[in-house]
């Protein structure tokens, strides 16, 4: 195999293998709102909703994971950005490689 052959080889892997994982991650947002009167934060999830938004209250003991949750989400993404523009950077030929590869 050429190096070339690897390279898109291996794109095609790290963005089959990214997609997954952001497959995986929560598909909502998180959202803060701070109590005035005493000062607390207050976190909930929150989905699109046919008008407007939902948003569900996070307990004080699952904040910690879902925010974690969140943020891996965001460097999932982020990842992915950064594949995606390695990929806009590839020939044509090579970019066909990489979506035959990505698609099996």
């Not at 095609?12 to 109590?35: T, W």
């Not at 974690?68 to 970019?95: C, G, I, N, P, T």
Request: hydrophobic share 30%; glycine share 2%; proline share 2%.
């Amino acid at each position: 195999m050429t190096k070339q052959q690897i390279n898109t080889t291996y794109l095609a892997s790290e963005i089959f293998r990214v997609e997954r994982a952001l497959a995986s991650c929560p598909d909502y947002c998180l959202s803060r709102k701070r109590n005035k009167k005493n000062g607390r934060d207050y976190w909930y999830r929150q989905y699109p909703a046919s008008q407007g938004r939902k948003q569900v209250y996070i307990k004080k003991k699952d904040v910690a994971a879902e925010r974690a949750a969140v943020a891996r989400k965001k460097e999932l993404k982020k990842r992915l950005r950064d594949l995606k523009a390695q990929y806009k950077a590839l020939s044509f030929a090579q970019r066909k490689d990489v979506r035959y590869l990505t698609s099996c």
